[in-house]
């Protein structure tokens, strides 16, 4: 499938986030280890807030995130307190830029690792439900660009967490109806800069893996002379598919059904649950 990171924090570097841990995003790109497929390259995408209420920058392209002599450039050069990037293994939708996340309207970003099962089946009745006035703003032709549209539909900038409960729910009972019997496998996440919000979640309770750091004052702690980790400050926040290096109590995994909420300092784990209404 996919793999992704986001991060929160103090403004670092992006080759901080996305090259410098042994197991790096651009390494999971050729290496994960906890992917449906080892390899994920075809293409990559990441998005960056420089200020809390500016529209997102954004940067995707088809070639593999390793082999991207521009992406080793910009992150050298830019520096965020907030990103969101992911490396795509498609799934029966073509290799273009459109297609590869994060997916972005005005200040929201998203990204998607997972599947709806039989897209194809259900995509005209799933996309029939976007709002019209977000359904000439699609431009791939993935299962989580329509994801996001329908919860941008369904509330996404006003009451995120709720939003993306209706989004699961509707591509659930969608799904059932056309005989689909567990629809929608995912992690989620969705930005607008001032927050993060990310979603383990699927039909069949068998979700692809995802993982959030403990503490950064534990490592700062355990690690008191590395800068990487100094940078980033006391209150950073990482959710990863995969954790980005081997250190004791560094990682914990983000249970089934659940929503994580950062904004700053403040973590929020929520219950979540599918919902029609």
Known sequence: MCRWLAYSGNAVPLETVLF???HSLIDQSLHSTLGVTTTNGDGFGLGWYQ???DIPYRYRSVHPAWNDRNLRELARAVSAPMVVAHVRAATHTPVQETNCHPFRHRRWLFAHNGLIRDFPLMRRDLVV???PGRFNTIEGSTDSEVMFCLAMTFGLEHAPVPALERMAG?????GRAHGVREPLNMTVCASDGEQLIAVRYSSERQSRSLFHSTSFRHLHELYPDDPRIAA???DAYLIVSEPLVSLPDAWAEVPEATAIVVRGARID???FTPRVD
Do not use: M, Q, S, W
């Not at 509707?170 to 969608?174: S, Y």
């Open 232 to 234: 980033v400050g006391d």
């Open 51 to 53: 200020h809390p209420h």
């Open 20 to 22: 410098r841990a042994r």
């Open 269 to 271: 784990y929520l219950p």
């Open 129 to 131: 439900a976007i709002d």
């Open 170 to 174: 509707f591509v659930e009972a969608t």
